[in-house]
């Protein structure tokens, strides 16, 4: 694969870069989402 004019990423600045900042902080939205349901049935696991 050649990274020149070809790369799809080459363009990425101003509103682009926003949108991947959004996307990334909704990753880590659900990070700590699934990362407190892990807890919660680690928890249950517990108990039974």
Same mark, same amino acid.
């Given at each position: 694969? #050649? #990274?020149?004019?070809?790369?799809?990423?080459?363009?990425?600045?101003?509103?682009?870069?926003?949108?991947? =900042?959004? =996307?990334?902080?909704?990753?880590?939205?659900? &990070?700590?989402? =699934?990362?407190?349901? &892990?807890?919660?049935?680690?928890?249950?696991?517990?108990?039974?």
């Amino acid at each position: 694969m #050649s #990274s020149r004019t070809s790369d799809p990423f080459s363009h990425v600045d101003g509103l682009d870069s926003l949108e991947t =900042i959004g =996307i990334v902080k909704q990753m880590m939205k659900l &990070n700590e989402q =699934i990362m407190k349901l &892990n807890k919660h049935l680690l928890q249950l696991d517990e108990r039974g």
